[in-house]
């Protein structure tokens, strides 16, 4: 999975832009900002350097102050582009990528508060949207999902909403309590102490009420999965039944009618008792579906 989480509602071109950015971000993060606009690129550097000096020469040359030396000076002229030609090179590809990562510096700035990075979560932060995340995958790449069983184009909204509001209220909860922690740390006086205690409180309260919204999408993961299993039994039956009749042939001329005839009536049972598990199954998913809306 993507190490950044995006708020839905940003452009899908944008936010793909933001999910390849992590480098960037994490520079962002230790104080780095690109050069301005402004600034003269090493490589325009250069070339006004190489323009500067063939000028000079040839204006010496135009005034017949370097007469006697002219086919050197004329050699020297002509080997300093290619001399500095592989530096110009390099600097063109550095300059590309500055203008990539500022380009990137801007819309990290522009989408501030619309996106998080895995690395601002604390510990217990990370895990809490890691079994989000896994739950979250477990509903959208199961075959009644994809086949159409569960409410596709509600799940294809709601959950990357849930996944967002998770990971935007993890990001809020580990930034405060890593700076609660910080404070407490340096040790406080009875009366800062009584004040800092119901504020610890309020952020393991707050953290139980994402666990809460994390073990609701559990749930409905776990119901999807009931609900696969069975779909998925309830084909291999009605495949097992399609061949009924090539059984029973066999059984008929191989005279095992005894031993078999019992197993293929279970197996008409069975198809009947997973098309009602199937059913329940789902029911049970869009039961549960109906407690992640908000």
């Known amino acids: 999975m993507a190490d950044v989480v995006i708020d839905p509602e940003v452009p899908p071109d944008d936010a793909q832009l933001l999910r390849d950015s992590r480098r960037v971000l994490i520079k962002m993060r230790q104080g780095w900002v690109p050069r301005s606009r402004g600034a003269v690129s090493s490589t325009q550097y ?34 300093i582009p290619f001399i500095l030609i592989m530096f110009v090179r390099n600097d063109v590809l550095e300059d590309e990528q500055d203008e990539y990562e500022r380009r990137v510096y801007d819309q990290l700035r522009w989408y501030e508060g619309r996106y998080v990075l895995l690395d601002d979560l604390d510990e217990s932060a990370g895990r809490l949207l890691a079994r989000a995340r896994a739950a979250i995958g477990t509903v959208t790449n199961s075959v009644v999902n994809t086949e159409g069983l569960l409410d596709d184009v509600r799940n294809a909204v709601m959950l990357p909403a849930q996944e967002w509001e998770i990971a935007r209220l993890l990001a809020k909860l580990s930034d405060l309590r890593t700076k609660h922690r910080e404070t407490v740390s340096k040790g406080l006086t009875p009366e800062v102490a009584a004040v800092a205690e119901p504020l610890a409180r309020a952020l393991d309260s707050s953290e139980e009420a994402v666990l809460a919204r994390v073990e609701a999408l559990e749930r409905y993961a776990a119901n999807v999965t009931e609900a696969e299993r069975a779909y998925l039994a309830h084909h291999q ?11 029973e042939e066999l059984v008929a001329e191989s005279g095992a009618d005894g031993f078999v005839v019992p197993e293929l009536e279970r197996l008409a049972a069975d198809a009947d008792r997973l098309e009602q598990a199937l059913r329940r199954s789902v029911r049970s998913a869009h039961e549960a579906f109906r407690h992640l809306e908000p």
Request: glycine share 18%.
């Open 46 to 79: 250069r070339m006004i350097a190489v323009i500067g000096t063939v000028m000079f020469f040839g204006l010496m040359t135009g005034a017949g102050l370097l007469n006697r030396g002219f086919g050197l000076l004329f050699a020297i002229m002509l080997g």
């Open 237 to 247: 039956i009605a495949e097992l039944r399609g061949r009924l009749h090539q059984y």
